[in-house]
């Protein structure tokens, strides 16, 4: 790490201070982080016996009231911070010093009821001496955990003591990790059956009493809930063969279910938090479908053992369930008073009105345990659920709380779960008998009809409200309609056939006029949530075509990459071609694209481009390469600019051109080259079928340098020195040609057009007839002047 100031030099200035105190280290702003770092200085101060006791006082020690509110838990806050960092050197001399141990032991022998702060404290620093950090040593871990799993086994108040503070939630934390975060099969399973001799599960049943505070009601339920679920999934996802967990088995035994059930139910006295906080553990017994862990599809081919987990699974969750339903089907008449004559409650104020008495949490977590079980499709326990027409009353309450979804959802589970194990057997009157019940006697078709009607009814009113359970009705319709295309619509035929035909027609008019205003999507389309599906878009009319689009975009391309090229073609610096963390941010966004255009738009743009062409040429100008003057761009100030630059741009030649005398600074002709060329390769002075005209315009062979005479030279001789003179003058064309590239990759585009202009002019310059002047259009006199202002 890069830290702004040298903190761990501040710390050992502290530190090497005589007389300091533990309050001034951990005044300093990186002590703990200093502490994970595991600072050497600051691991040997912190070591020392001394102030490993001050740190656990902190933590076991309510701070004086005096203190000011917002600091009083200051120190507290960074000991156990201190004390959890996973620095081994602590952990083991907390764990081997029996002296600190029975000082953090002390927090829980405390009469009055702990400080929440406080426990949360002492919970964290006991969870990390017993549960294992992902990056913790193992054997660091193993001496730590056994140390202190052997001092809480010899203390024999420990369980007695937990279950005392179990209203805090920190210590229902503290409890959960004893029962289920311990690592290694064998520490683990030592400490299973430690616990499970202890009674630690008909300890926490007990705690449901009514006479018990309704918070430790509340931890129990959850407590036990969490457990069941992490115990099932940590025997699934084992990756070793393990024995099974004591305490889950203990917890799911027929003898502890019935245990749960004395206290919740028996007695006069009802509770509602103890009632609801059975029948939450009881529904978590029911449940094997609540686990989201990924679970091996096959333990033998991963380690070659002959453990089918799918077999061991079926035969925990039908014991499971078997024992659960065995002591609950003596239990249905009193949940079934539940329902009827539940704990009284006060009147609740509602938007629609008063409730008295409202439904409640009895019994809407009553309904959910009748969906529970009747999901388990147990024969014995649907049958007393029959008897005591169960269902006929989670109707009444249905249409009863018109506006409780809460309830309305679980009862359509009942009336779903009855009706989906009907067989197609009409021998079989055991399995049927519920469905039978719920058409017949509950007459559920009937019932949900006669209140639809009711509600179109009210609806038809003036100010008439809808029926806050018709989304239900709806479900529950449509699926007794799906079902009726089974075995179900037979016996409604056979048995009820008035019923049959009242559905029908309900389908065909009422239902299915419901279903089409219910699938009307809203704006008359499907909302598409994938922006890579463009075929939807496909058929709708844009107003302009796709070529004029084409080209708008392209203008739009021109304006915002003018400002490029304005500043000239090879205006890049070195920063523009740096990769580094601001590459990225440097990048501008395209917005507000307008393609929409009117025909003065139209003209105007073309007004832009003529103006784009303009600068584009007065970029080249003021370009860093300066290959043309601000002068009359002709043949000869362009083959000046060449030679110019040619030492430049032609690094791939192999002969140094001469540039003439350093005085000499007029203007070099342009067929000086190809002359001195002609000298170094061939000595015949009649190369050009006739005089030399370099002589005869009276310049020596070393001169370079004013107007030739052409008048007497033939160029109707085809030589071998001819040919090689054409040779000669394509080796310059090719080098202007490589100077024109070099511009094109700087310029751009807009350049390239002007140096097709170039080369067109440098090939009808070579080709002129001799009388003609290389500089366009002047003529023979004019010509004449030029070569004596030159010479």
């Not at 001092?151 to 369980?159: G, H, P, R, S, V």
Request: hydrophobic share 35%.
């Amino acid at each position: 790490m890069f830290w702004k100031h040298n903190t761990s030099t501040q710390i050992e200035a502290l530190l090497a201070k005589e007389d300091v105190t533990i309050q001034e280290i951990m005044d300093s702003e990186d002590i703990i982080n200093e502490c994970r770092l595991q600072n050497k200085m600051l691991i040997e101060f912190l070591q020392k016996t001394e102030i490993m006791e001050e740190l656990i006082s902190l933590i076991t020690k309510e701070p004086s009231v005096e203190i000011e509110e917002r600091s009083r838990f200051k120190y507290p806050n960074i000991a156990c911070e201190l004390l959890t960092c996973d620095v081994p050197a602590l952990n083991e001399k907390l764990a081997s010093d029996k002296v600190l141990l029975d000082k953090l032991y002390t927090f829980l022998e405390s009469d009055q009821p702990v400080n929440p702060l406080l426990a949360s404290y002492f919970s964290k620093v006991m969870g990390a001496l017993i549960a294992k950090k992902t990056e913790q040593n193992w054997l660091s871990y193993q001496f730590t955990c056994l140390q202190v799993l052997d001092f809480l086994k010899a203390k024999d108040t420990f369980i007695s003591l937990l279950l005392k503070h179990l209203g805090t939630s920190a210590i229902m934390d503290l409890m959960l990790k004893l029962m289920t975060q311990v690592e290694g099969i064998e520490m683990n399973q030592n400490i299973l059956n430690w616990l499970d001799s202890q009674n630690i599960i008909q300890s926490l049943i007990s705690l449901l009493n009514p006479k018990v505070d309704k918070e430790r009601h509340y931890n129990v339920a959850q407590l036990l809930c969490d457990f069941i679920r992490i115990a099932r999934d940590n025997q699934k996802n084992a990756v070793e063969r393990v024995d099974p967990d004591p305490l889950l088995n203990t917890l799911e035994s027929s003898e502890t279910i019935s245990l749960l059930l004395d206290y919740i139910l028996s007695g006069e006295e009802k509770s509602e938090s103890a009632i609801v906080g059975g029948i939450q553990v009881i529904i978590s017994l029911l449940d094997f479908n609540q686990s989201n862990a990924s679970k091996f599809s096959s333990t033998q081919n991963l380690y070659g053992t002959n453990i089918n987990e799918e077999i061991c699974d079926n035969e925990q969750k039908q014991r499971s369930i078997s024992n659960t339903t065995r002591v609950m089907k003596d239990r249905i008449k009193q949940f079934h008073d539940l329902l009827v004559d539940p704990p009284k409650q006060i009147p609740v104020s509602t938007t629609v009105g008063i409730l008295d008495p409202p439904l409640g949490n009895i019994r809407l977590q009553v309904t959910k345990l009748f969906s529970a079980l009747i999901s388990t499709n147990n024969q014995e326990l649907l049958k007393e659920i029959e008897m005591n027409e169960t269902l006929s009353l989670l109707l009444d309450l249905f249409f009863k709380y018109q506006w409780n979804n809460f309830l309305h959802t679980q009862v359509e589970n009942c009336l779903m779960g009855a009706l989906k194990i009907h067989s197609s057997d009409d021998n079989d009157e055991t399995s049927n008998a519920l469905s039978k019940h719920l058409l017949s006697k509950c007459r559920v078709i009937e019932r949900i009809i006669n209140a639809w009607k009711e509600n179109d009814e009210q609806q038809s009113q003036l100010h008439g409200i809808r029926k806050g359970y018709m989304g239900h009705l709806i479900s529950i319709m449509n699926k007794i309609v799906t079902l009726c295309n089974n075995s179900l619509g037979h016996y409604l035929k056979d048995n009820l056939p008035e019923v049959a035909k009242s559905l029908d027609e309900f389908k065909e008019t009422t239902l299915e006029e419901t279903n089409k205003i219910q699938e009307t999507l809203l704006g008359g389309a499907h909302p598409n949530s994938s922006v890579d599906n463009n075929d939807d878009y496909g058929d709708i009319p844009f107003p302009q075509s796709s070529a004029l689009q084409q080209q708008m975009f392209f203008q739009y391309q021109i304006q915002n990459s003018t400002s490029q090229f304005i500043e000239g073609y090879s205006g890049f610096s070195d920063d523009a071609f740096n990769l580094g963390n601001d590459t990225l941010q440097s990048i501008e966004p395209r917005v507000e694209m307008n393609f929409d255009l009117s025909e003065g738009d139209m003209v105007q743009q073309q007004e832009i481009f003529k103006q784009v062409c303009a600068q584009s040429i007065n970029t080249l100008d003021d370009a860093d390469d300066q290959i043309f003057d601000d002068r009359e761009h002709t043949f000869q100030t362009v083959i000046e600019k060449n030679d110019r630059n040619e030492a430049a741009y032609s690094s791939d030649s192999d002969e140094e051109l001469p540039t003439g005398n350093d005085d000499n600074n007029m203007e070099i002709d342009p067929w000086t080259s190809p002359k001195i060329a002609v000298e170094e390769t061939t000595s015949d002075s009649t190369s050009f079928g006739g005089s030399d005209p370099w002589k005869a315009a009276g310049q020596s062979e070393d001169t370079v340098g004013g107007w030739a005479d052409f008048s007497s030279v033939r160029f109707d001789v085809n030589t071998p020195e001819t040919n090689e003179e054409e040779k000669k003058i394509e080796v310059e064309d090719n080098k202007v040609e490589s100077v024109d590239c070099n511009v094109k990759s700087a310029a751009g585009d807009r350049a390239a057009n002007l140096i097709e202009d170039i080369e067109k002019m440098v090939e009808q310059s070579v080709i002129v007839e001799p009388s003609k002047s290389v500089a366009g259009d002047s003529s023979d006199s004019q010509l004449e002047d030029e070569k004596e202002k030159k010479v």
